[in-house]
């Protein structure tokens, strides 16, 4: 099996920063996309960043040029990190790996627990 946790959620002012970080863990192949996702109640689990193994990004609109993920292979870690956040940025954020391989050659889709953000003053 192949676990994902999220941390580093909480409470911030508007125009401050987050740093979301995604432990991936378990029986481990490879992981080649990976993925933050948003919710907010009521509402579907939108895309917001996705990051390949090699590096290549993908955000959605509404985060360009305020959010970036990256990602360290050796360690299995993804991060999100959010600047400039928005009241509009409060959710709670997934951490996803549609294909996680595992050691026994199983492709698995897996999504983290999820860490909520709250931008308030």
């Known amino acids: 099996q192949v676990q994902l946790v999220e941390s580093g959620g909480g409470l911030v002012q508007p125009g401050g920063s987050l740093r979301l970080s995604c432990a991936a863990s378990?029986?481990?192949?490879?992981?080649?996309?990976m993925a933050w996702y948003r919710q907010t109640p009521g509402k579907q689990r939108d895309l917001v960043a996705t990051?390949?193994?090699?590096?290549?990004?993908n955000y959605a609109d509404s985060v360009k040029g305020r959010f970036t993920i990256s990602r360290d292979n050796a360690k299995n870690m993804v991060y999100l990190q959010m600047n400039s956040l928005k009241p509009e940025d409060t959710a709670v954020y997934y951490c996803?790996?549609?294909?996680?391989?595992?050691?026994?050659?199983?492709?698995?889709?897996?999504w983290g627990q999820g860490t909520l953000v709250t931008v308030s003053s």
């Open positions: 996803y790996a549609p294909r996680a391989v595992t050691t026994s050659q199983r492709v698995l889709e897996v």
């Open positions: 378990g029986s481990i192949f490879s992981i080649n996309t």
């Open positions: 990051i390949t193994r090699g590096g290549s990004t």
